[in-house]
């Protein structure tokens, strides 16, 4: 029977954010941002196992608390998410028909709900798919003087999130074949290896946390929920 694995790649180091430590471990509501992404995997009752993927050389990892059962940790992350994700197939040793869902350690408002409808959309899917939110606002190209080139027809496009599912065996496969440099997230690796990921609409709260700035909507979304 196959397996629901999350894997979790966290060997960045957070370069955009400027903070003095990776961001997955600045302080959110008095825990490592990291530890709300993992304990929402960890809530999923179909995921027997979430795996966090770190750098071999990471110095803050063992400095927090994390107590959450399902969770392991592996020391094998690489210089790309790519290869973080490559890595840690390989280290988790899961089966090819498992499925296994790739989320960044930043989105740390992910629902419950939202992974649960995406195992329930994918479940029978033949290739996988990803969460993601078809585009909202009007679309601008720009030119290499900031202006206005074009405005792009947003009737299609979708903004790519996380959790991504795909079986271990068909994204090892499509990691392996693909040029490291040219994949941007495990969807990207899959289209190249000439399959059609499927969408499954998301939800606005999961963005991916990039900027300072972004830690007070974070903060407000993680309050709300709790109250």
Request: proline fraction near 5%; include cysteine.
């Given at each position: 029977?196959?397996?629901?694995?999350?894997?979790?790649?966290?060997?960045?180091?957070?370069?955009?954010?400027?903070?003095?430590?990776?961001?997955?471990?600045?302080?959110?509501?008095?825990?490592p941002?990291?530890?709300?992404t993992?304990?929402?995997?960890?809530?999923?009752?179909?995921?027997s196992?979430?795996?966090?993927?770190?750098?071999?050389?990471?110095?803050?990892f063992?400095?927090?608390?994390?107590?959450?059962p399902k969770?392991?940790?592996?020391?094998?992350?690489g210089?790309?998410r790519?290869?973080s994700?490559?890595?840690g197939?390989?280290?988790?040793?899961?089966?090819?028909?498992?499925?296994v869902?790739?989320?960044?350690?930043?989105?740390?408002?992910?629902?419950?709900?939202?992974?649960?409808?995406?195992?329930?959309?994918?479940?029978?899917?033949?290739?996988?798919g990803?969460?993601a939110?078809?585009?909202p606002?009007?679309?601008?190209?720009?030119?290499?003087?900031?202006?206005?080139?074009?405005?792009?027809?947003?009737?299609?496009?979708?903004?790519?999130?996380t959790?991504?599912?795909?079986?271990?065996?068909?994204l090892?496969?499509?990691?392996?074949?693909a040029?490291?440099?040219?994949?941007?997230?495990?969807?990207?690796?899959?289209?190249q290896?000439?399959?059609?990921?499927?969408?499954?609409?998301?939800?606005?709260?999961?963005?991916?946390?990039?900027?300072?700035?972004?830690?007070?909507?974070a903060?407000?979304?993680?309050?709300?929920r709790?109250?």
């Amino acid at each position: 029977m196959s397996r629901y694995l999350a894997l979790v790649p966290a060997a960045g180091s957070g370069s955009r954010f400027g903070g003095p430590s990776p961001k997955q471990y600045l302080q959110l509501n008095n825990r490592p941002l990291m530890w709300h992404t993992l304990q929402v995997l960890s809530q999923v009752a179909a995921i027997s196992r979430v795996v966090v993927v770190i750098s071999p050389g990471d110095e803050w990892f063992d400095d927090f608390e994390w107590d959450l059962p399902k969770l392991s940790v592996l020391r094998v992350g690489g210089a790309s998410r790519a290869e973080s994700v490559r890595n840690g197939l390989q280290a988790m040793e899961a089966g090819e028909q498992d499925w296994v869902l790739v989320h960044d350690a930043a989105r740390c408002c992910l629902s419950v709900a939202a992974v649960e409808r995406l195992i329930a959309t994918l479940a029978d899917d033949a290739v996988g798919g990803l969460l993601a939110l078809p585009v909202p606002d009007t679309v601008k190209r720009a030119d290499g003087e900031g202006r206005i080139s074009a405005t792009v027809p947003r009737q299609g496009l979708w903004l790519a999130q996380t959790p991504q599912m795909f079986r271990a065996g068909l994204l090892a496969e499509a990691l392996a074949a693909a040029t490291v440099a040219d994949i941007t997230d495990e969807a990207s690796a899959v289209e190249q290896y000439g399959h059609k990921p499927r969408l499954v609409e998301g939800d606005a709260q999961n963005f991916k946390v990039t900027y300072p700035r972004d830690l007070a909507l974070a903060r407000a979304i993680l309050a709300a929920r709790k109250e």
